[in-house]
């Protein structure tokens, strides 16, 4: 079995939460292929800087507007919205994690953040590469 665990440089929750996964599923089913990835890792320099420094900065120095992002998010009409800009921006974003995941072909991937969920749903809905069992592990409470 192909098991693909992606997650995203924002915080210590997403990496530890893939770390424990990679280590459980080793110990449990040590046959498999097992690759643990990093979104930021196929993207651009440039991107990965902006996008860990200005979570980090969001968090440290706003961290009432991150609270209030969350907050929101439990609005289904607003929701709705901002996946659909979500899903367009990492379409565009992540060609090379689309190429990389039609190479590798695994069998199941757990992602341990939004990215890869929306990156992998638009193309089960377009049919455009292949349809592994993809799992969502909830880091944030």
């Known amino acids: 079995m192909r098991i693909l665990i992606a997650t995203v440089t924002a915080g210590a929750g997403h990496l530890q939460a893939a770390a424990a996964l990679e280590e459980a599923w080793r110990a449990l089913r040590p046959q498999d292929t097992l690759e643990r990835v990093d979104l930021l890792e196929f993207v651009s ?13 969001l968090i440290e ?3 009432e507007l991150w609270s209030l992002v969350f907050k ?15 899903r ?10 689309v190429r990389y995941i039609r190479h590798f072909q695994p069998d199941v991937v757990l992602c341990t953040h939004y990215q890869p969920l929306a990156i992998l749903g638009y ?3 377009r049919k455009r590469g ?12």
């Open 45 to 57: 320099r440039l991107h990965r800087k902006v996008y860990v420094q200005g979570y980090v900065k």
């Open 130 to 141: 292949p349809d592994p069992l993809t799992v969502s592990v909830v880091t944030d409470f």
């Open 88 to 97: 367009t921006f990492a379409r565009h974003s992540n060609k090379r994690f």
């Open 61 to 63: 120095h706003a961290s």
């Open 72 to 86: 929101k998010t439990d609005n289904p009409a607003l929701v709705r919205k901002v996946s659909r800009l979500r």
């Open 123 to 125: 193309l089960q809905t």
